[in-house]
């Protein structure tokens, strides 16, 4: 934790390497070099999300994040999205559960359906050297779209009346309806997370979820469930058993407070990628990143600004409404980056 408030302060680390504690200094800052040495060739099809001509110097940035902090920043349409989704998927491969979110419920949609869409790229390029049914084919990292429990409820629900009512496929309300058999998603992939493979099994031989399962197939109806005990119960439980086995969690930084997203945050999280980081409120991103250095990426151009809602306005005794606003004015990328960490700047323009 000193070291990640030396990060905050802006002051360097003279201090923080020069102190002992019981005789002992922590020799060096950390730093995290993505390379996953025991399979390499699934780190470079990581590495080929990037351009050709970007794909060695992607590679040496992620080989060197000095404080576990690594900086993407380029213009609209430089493709950094994408690159943020590779180097998301790099912190998943080498640490385990990711959460990603931004400043906004349209930007974290985005960003996880270019997980997702990047996620299976990867795989069916690693895997064109796999013959089907190897054991060591490369399964597709399961990226969630999480919202508030309730939220996620009245999702399933309305999925089950229309299932071409919205584009979900990164929902867990999408998930929740794979793993119970319905007739309104597609059956899992041959290539999907065994995990979610086994709690689809799993959930086939529970007599307390008989019910769920018959709702969710069509065989009662939404009225006959909502009868039988346990009716919210059980779909809490499905739903967050799907959670648990997210690789990657897209969550909005305030539904990241309600439970149980926050235990997954605290317990399972092992890195944080934030893509339009440019337009977010340092505030947001503090309560998502914690206060132990966890390992980050964030992705934007620093030249947008976070909504302030208030700057100069004042009451009628010509109090400022928001003392802070200028503070506020700046997003965490900008302020990371103005403390000398290595940057990873995209120039081009050309969408990928």
Not at 63 to 77: F, K, S, W
Not at 134 to 148: F, G
Not at 167 to 188: G, H, Q, T
Not at 190 to 196: A, C, F, T, Y
Request: a neutral charge; charged letters at 20%; proline letters at 5%.
């Amino acid at each position: 934790m000193d070291v990640h408030r030396a990060v905050l302060r802006g002051t360097g680390f003279y201090k923080v390497l020069s102190r002992e504690t019981n005789g002992l200094g922590i020799g060096a800052l950390p730093s995290m070099c993505y390379r996953l040495y025991d399979d390499r060739y699934l780190m470079q099809c990581i590495i080929e999300e990037a351009g050709y001509h970007q794909r060695k110097r992607f590679r040496e940035y992620l080989m060197g994040r000095e404080l576990n902090i690594g900086l993407i920043i380029g213009p609209p349409g430089s493709g950094k999205t994408t690159f943020g989704a590779a180097a998301a998927l790099a912190m998943q491969v080498q640490l385990g559960q990711i959460l990603c979110s931004g400043p906004s419920h349209a930007s974290i949609d985005i960003f996880a359906h270019r997980l997702d869409q990047r996620a299976r790229a990867v795989a069916a390029r690693y895997n064109t050297v796999m013959p089907a049914g190897d054991a060591e084919r490369c399964h597709h990292r399961l990226v969630i779209r999480i919202y508030r429990p309730g939220d996620e409820i009245n999702a399933v629900t309305q999925l089950l009346r229309d299932p071409q009512d919205v584009d979900w496929a990164a929902r867990r309300a999408y998930w929740f309806l794979v793993v119970l058999r319905s007739n309104a998603v597609p059956p899992l992939h041959v290539d999907s997370k065994p995990g979610l493979v086994n709690l689809k099994a799993d959930i086939d031989t529970r007599p307390a979820l008989l019910h769920l399962r018959q709702w969710a197939t069509g065989q009662i109806s939404s009225q006959q469930y909502a009868a039988t005990p346990g009716a919210v119960s059980n779909i809490d439980d499905v739903l967050c058993e799907i959670m648990c086995q997210a690789d990657i969690l897209c969550v909005h930084p305030s539904d990241a407070e309600v439970s149980p997203i926050t235990h997954w945050k605290r317990i399972l999280a092992r890195g944080l990628a934030v893509d339009e980081a440019g337009s977010m409120s340092r505030a947001d991103f503090y309560g998502l990143w914690g206060n132990t250095l966890l390992p980050c990426f964030l992705v934007g151009d620093p030249n947008k600004n976070p909504v302030v809602l208030t700057t100069d306005e004042k009451d009628a005794d010509g109090n400022l409404y928001n003392r802070f606003a200028a503070n506020g004015a700046v997003s965490p990328l900008k302020f990371l980056m103005a403390t000398g960490i290595p940057v990873f700047r995209l120039e081009d323009s050309t969408r990928r």
